[in-house]
């Protein structure tokens, strides 16, 4: 059967063209937890070049990665950035050790938090900014209308949201244009389905986190070694499950951006391979039908 059509690109709201195959850079931090500096700096300066090298315009970052050493790694490697180079991260989490992570959507945490990420950056505009994780404690209104302010001062571009339900969704859009939202979702995960395609419906750029079904404290991605449908599908292609997992994603929606992490070369170039593969229409109706990966 013939292969289905993918668009590689995406414009985060409706100005910010990407490529929809992106990097998220989580990784490139301390372990376990993403916690303090990564051990092999040049390495990962070397890595993120490679990234761009391979047309790659799409990063995502946060506060909370280190905190603040994923950022500035970052601007290590990239600074001055390339024009066409978006860079997405995110504020409202406390982090002070590998396993102590909390939510702080209060006005004051997310102003001194995108302060801080736009002096690591060394940017004077954050192009797409997402409240991490909605705070019980905290008005989820206060948190949005605090994004909204920093959005008219000019300190960021976009507003976006991060482990949110339709629900919140739908609230933040009646104080702020929302631009983007990143759940988790990947091929074995897809309890998201539904704040996906509500987002397909209003254009709003979704960003899978755990792309291949990583764990936060956990090394490896359970994708990447598997057997069944998956597999199968691979060796037709000549490809690797892992890479098979990515193209799916980027078939299931033309908004979705997916940033798999990695902190080898090798498996960033695997990564960027899949934007390249052509699925067949058998091939998706048979990984959307498969329960066990």
Request: glycine content about 6%; hydrophobic content about 40%.
């Amino acid at each position: 059967m013939n292969s289905t059509s993918l668009p590689t690109m995406f414009f985060i709201g409706n100005d910010l063209n990407v490529n929809r195959l992106g990097y998220g850079a989580m990784r490139l931090t301390g372990q376990p937890g993403n916690f303090g500096r990564y051990a092999d700096w040049e390495a990962g300066k070397q890595l993120l070049r490679r990234a761009i090298e391979l047309g790659v315009n799409f990063i995502d970052t946060a506060e909370s990665y280190g905190p603040g050493d994923n950022e500035e790694l970052i601007a290590s490697a990239l600074y001055p950035y390339p024009d066409d180079l978006v860079i997405a991260t995110k504020g409202g989490v406390l982090k002070t050790a590998p396993d102590s992570i909390r939510a702080d959507g209060s006005s004051k945490s997310l102003r001194r938090s995108c302060e801080a990420s736009l002096q690591r950056l060394k940017i004077d505009q954050i192009d797409l900014y997402q409240l991490h994780r909605p705070d019980p404690n905290v008005s989820f209104a206060e948190s949005i209308e605090t994004l909204a302010e920093l959005q008219r001062e000019g300190k960021i571009r976009h507003i976006g949201l991060s482990n949110v339900t339709i629900s919140q969704i739908e609230a933040a859009r009646q104080i702020a244009k929302i631009a983007s939202v990143q759940n988790r979702l990947n091929l074995a995960e897809r309890a998201g389905e539904e704040v996906l395609d509500f987002c397909t419906q209003h254009n709003i750029a979704f960003i899978p986190y755990a792309p291949l079904g990583a764990h936060p404290l956990k090394r490896g991605a359970p994708l990447a070694n598997t057997e069944g449908t998956l597999t199968e599908i691979a060796a037709h292609h000549d490809m690797k499950p892992n890479q098979i997992a990515l193209s799916w994603m980027l078939h299931r929606a033309s908004n979705i951006i997916v940033i798999p992490g990695t902190t080898t070369i090798s498996h960033l170039e695997e990564n960027i391979a899949a934007a390249s593969i052509a699925l067949t229409a058998d091939d998706i109706k048979l990984l959307n039908e498969a329960q066990a990966f």
